[in-house]
């Protein structure tokens, strides 16, 4: 069955940097695009990243443009999320996901069909 995992999510400071790792098993990695999303303390899931499947063509969300990076490693079968910059308002759970359908850049949550179970990270002031 498909499986995504998070990782690399703590405690950070303000202005501190974090990576975030996605590892994906039972699924064909190389072909399908991927997300993160997060989901802030008291708010709903919300669109961060999303990244083709051959890793050429990126997409963020405005409050993060600039900041994180998406990538992958199709040969690790592994996405990744480079957090720089990051303030207290990042705090949230950081989730990734598979993109079931739609084009890279559609930030619609019913276009990924299966989610990871999420890496909390906490950004202190």
């Known amino acids: 069955q498909v499986q995504l995992v998070e990782s690399g999510g703590g405690l950070v400071q303000l202005g501190g940097s974090l990576r975030l790792s996605c590892a994906a098993s039972g699924l064909m990695f190389s072909s399908v695009a991927m997300g993160w999303f997060r989901r802030p303390p008291g708010k709903d899931r919300e669109f961060i990243a999303s990244i083709s499947s051959g890793g050429g063509v990126t997409y963020y969300a405005d409050s993060v443009k600039g900041r994180f990076t998406i990538s992958r490693d199709n040969a690790k079968s592994t996405v990744y999320l480079q957090m720089n910059s990051l303030q207290p308002e990042d705090t949230a759970v950081y989730y990734c996901?598979?993109?079931?359908?739609?084009?890279?850049?559609?930030?619609?949550?019913?276009?990924?069909?299966?989610w990871g179970q999420g890496t909390q990270v906490t950004v202190s002031s």
């Open positions: 996901a598979r993109k079931a359908r739609g084009p890279v850049y559609s930030q619609a949550q019913q276009h990924y069909d299966y």
